[in-house]
């Protein structure tokens, strides 16, 4: 089993930043690829980003390229995410994910086997 807990948000203006924290605990060294996800009410769970622990290899949705950046510490067992320039479209509800499996597309929330609880991070105009 392994536990996610996520850290981090809160309320910014347009053009602020924030950081987000995942810390893993438990069978961390089955984990493959960690990833980030947001959902806002009344839309589908969205791929933020992704890294693959083992390489560091990083994806992000196009939506956030150039703004957010998606890092770990291994010896830490946390996955951070950096959000710059936050846009009031950014706001949602964000979550850490984490799979012991290669293969899928890292931004199918199907392919992740534990979640994080969720933390809000809301953007005024």
């Known amino acids: 089993q392994v536990q996610l807990v996520e850290s981090g948000g809160g309320s910014v203006q347009a053009g602020g930043s924030l950081r987000l924290s995942c810390a893993a605990s438990?069978?961390?060294?089955?984990?493959?690829?960690m990833g980030w996800f947001r959902q806002a009410p009344g839309k589908e769970r969205e791929g933020v980003a992704a890294?693959?622990?083992?390489?560091?290899?990083?994806s992000y949705v196009d939506s956030v390229k150039g703004r957010f950046t998606i890092s770990q510490d291994n010896a830490k067992n946390t996955v951070y995410l950096q959000m710059n320039s936050l846009k009031p479209e950014d706001t949602a509800t964000y979550y850490c994910a984490a799979t012991q499996a290669y293969g899928g597309r890292w931004n199918d929330p199907r392919r992740y086997d534990y979640w994080g609880q969720g933390t809000q991070v809301t953007v005024s105009s």
């Open positions: 890294i693959y622990t083992g390489g560091g290899i990083t």
């Open positions: 438990g069978y961390t060294y089955s984990i493959k690829s």
